[in-house]
């Protein structure tokens, strides 16, 4: 998200919306057309689009959504059934395909959503709240493993698989370890290591890391020791962890 947001805030911060197009259900685009844009930022796996006036259009990409931004009259990359929502500023398009959450928040609305009031700190902020981290994370179940908490969205926001993998094999923990196993210290390390991840992917252009440690890397070799990586679905939402079980030996019985 963090580098879906710098690019749709360079191509569309201080322009008008020119035409606006839905797909969702009683969404109000006709209240967008002639509103200007004053910027977007992301928060997670949410991406705000800030009018004038106070509204924010807000979407959640999940898993399937995405934003494209497109000179005007460039063919999509992807089929116009799954564009949710269309925005023209002028020259520019921004489409938003297949998120399952687009929203037009009223003024202040978002300290009172139910989904962005109870999200975490921003993994991605310089100066991240490792206090509140803390906080939030010491107030679950001592027994949550290591790497649910990472994808907890109400403890830090903006973690997602690949990152909770590779942050959880750089500082030698492994995904089913309790929270609880764990320093402040350690958590604290964790996060900064995620959000310094994330930034040199976002940096590297290309989303995903270049030398991946263990995500999607099972049967093949540890980059340290030449032990196979494993890997078994984990949590409520079944993501996939990835680890070494030699670098990141599994918590005592």
């Not at 494209?68 to 489409?95: F, I």
């Not at 909770?164 to 500082?171: I, K």
């Amino acid at each position: 998200m963090a580098r879906t947001s710098a690019t749709m805030h360079r191509w569309l911060a201080g322009r008008e919306i020119t035409a606006a197009t839905t797909r969702v259900e009683g969404f109000p685009a006709d209240r967008l057309v002639g509103r200007r844009v004053d910027g977007v930022d992301a928060w997670g796996k949410n991406l705000m689009i800030r009018l004038d006036g106070g509204q924010v259009v807000h979407t959640h990409m999940r898993m399937t959504g995405s934003w494209h931004v497109y000179p005007a009259g460039q063919p999509w990359r992807r089929p116009e059934r799954q564009a949710r929502l269309t925005l023209t500023c002028g020259d520019r398009v921004a489409v938003c395909f297949n998120a399952p959450v687009v929203e037009l928040l009223r003024p202040g609305a978002e300290t009172r959503h139910p989904a962005l009031g109870n999200l975490g700190p921003d993994v991605l902020e310089p100066d991240v709240d490792l206090g509140e981290v803390r906080r939030r994370a010491r107030a679950g179940a001592a027994d949550r493993p290591l790497g649910e908490l990472l994808l907890d969205q109400r403890v830090v926001a903006g973690i997602g698989n690949i990152w909770r993998c590779e942050a959880l094999f750089v500082e030698r923990h492994n995904p089913w370890a309790p929270q609880s196993a764990i320093t402040d210290d350690q958590l604290d390390a964790l996060v900064i290591t995620a959000g310094r991840l994330m930034r040199a992917s976002v940096a590297s252009r290309t989303g995903v890391p270049e030398a991946r440690h263990v995500y999607r890397r099972a049967g093949q070799p540890c980059h340290r020791c030449r032990t196979p990586v494993r890997s078994k679905r984990q949590g409520e939402q079944a993501r996939t962890a990835y680890w070494c079980p030699t670098c990141q030996p599994a918590p005592p019985a």
